[in-house]
């Protein structure tokens, strides 16, 4: 009984991971075909009257002469280097939903957080797995309210921080320093929750703490759990991050 149950179990968990991503892609489909400017033409009529996008200000002309739109399905692709800096959360979400892409608000985790929407925008939005191709960008924020705010960046795009692989391979994070870094933040180490479950095999911090690489064994399936541990000028106190995960999965 008790296989039966587990293997139920386990059913009834993949069906439900089908169903989200099911309806997650539904709702992308919908808010594409409910866009309400897929065209040149549409832009134009849309730029004539108040608009989301009169939130852009100055950086409005740049933006709107990166739009292309597809000829097939009107989809449109963008320079969205003008929506990472200086708007709310809430200013990118009605931006992106003129073009149906409001389900990426993931991508902007720097937007500016004002509002409770604000805040429920940037809090529920779902990031995509980092990969082991290229370099991890991290950036390690301190907010006015002096919590710290750990976001991660790949090739450009918002990713979670997490890492699945396939095969042996060397993860390498590099930190990123803002106005609203901490100052002198230096990576001195990593920290596991289970240290002796072999997922990771080597850690590497780079001479001047601004890197990090993980070496994992594609041998010893599972997660592990870790955490950054930093050290900075303003504090003696140990900075660790929330733990991102490394996932060994061989295909």
Not at 16 to 44: E, H
Not at 203 to 225: A, M
């Amino acid at each position: 009984m008790k296989t039966v149950s587990k293997l139920s179990a386990a059913i009834l968990t993949s069906l439900l991971f089908s169903s989200a991503a099911i309806q997650a892609a539904t709702q992308q489909q919908i808010d594409a075909a409910l866009a309400p400017v897929k065209s040149a033409a549409m832009l134009q009529a849309t730029l004539s009257q108040p608009s989301a996008l009169d939130a852009l200000g100055d950086e409005l002309p740049a933006f709107i002469a990166s739009i292309q739109f597809s000829n097939a399905a009107g989809q449109a692709t963008f320079d969205n280097s003008q929506l990472q800096t200086n708007l709310t959360a809430t200013e990118v979400y009605q931006i992106l939903a003129l073009f149906g892409q409001q389900s990426t608000i993931g991508q902007y985790p720097d937007a500016l957080a004002y509002s409770d929407t604000d805040r429920l925008l940037l809090e529920n939005a779902v990031l995509p797995f980092c990969s082991a191709d290229s370099p991890i960008k991290l950036r390690v924020i301190l907010k006015n309210d002096n919590q710290v705010k750990f976001n991660y960046r790949q090739a450009g795009v918002a990713c979670d921080g997490n890492v699945e692989l396939t095969e042996n391979t060397s993860i390498t994070y590099k930190l990123v320093h803002t106005k609203r870094t901490p100052k002198g933040l230096r990576i001195t180490g990593a920290g596991f929750t289970n240290p002796f479950d072999a997922h990771i095999k080597r850690v590497t911090v780079g001479e001047d703490g601004q890197s990090l690489t993980l070496e994992n064994d594609i041998s010893n399936t599972g997660v592990s759990k870790w955490q950054f541990i930093f050290s900075n000028d303003d504090s003696d106190l140990i900075l660790v991050s929330p733990d991102p995960q490394v996932i060994n999965r061989p295909s």
